[in-house]
Nanobody, 121 residues
């Protein structure tokens, strides 16, 4: 069994900062890409940031320069440091990982349960 759990969401004022964490646990053999998505009120889920095993990162235009994604492979954890938050960043943030579980030879998509980030003005 593999679990992916986010933490770190909350309420913050415009211009503030938050750091999200997402940790995978269980029977894990290998983790490739790690990603953060978000879904705002009345909006579709969108890709916010991604990081490969080689530490190549990509960001949505709306967050570039304000958000930083990083990973700790020893801890099977991905982080999203968010600064200069805006009201439009309000959303449920989801972690997504491509994981090869132990005993299997294919990648499986795993999603966290989501963590709410609310930016108030």
């Amino acid at each position: 069994q593999v679990q992916v759990v986010e933490s770190g969401g909350g309420l913050v004022q415009v211009g503030g900062s938050l750091r999200l964490s997402c940790a995978a646990s269980g029977d894990i053999f290998f983790i490739n890409d790690m990603e953060w998505y978000r879904q705002g009120p009345g909006k579709q889920r969108e890709l916010v940031a991604s990081i490969t095993l080689a530490l190549t990162t990509n960001y949505a235009d709306s967050v570039a320069g304000r958000f930083t994604i990083s990973r700790d492979n020893a801890k099977n954890t991905v982080y999203l440091q968010m600064k200069d938050l805006k009201s439009e960043d309000t959303a449920v943030y989801y972690c997504h990982m491509n994981i090869v579980p132990k005993g299997r030879s294919v990648y499986v998509d795993y999603w966290g349960q989501g963590t709410q980030v609310t930016v108030s003005s």
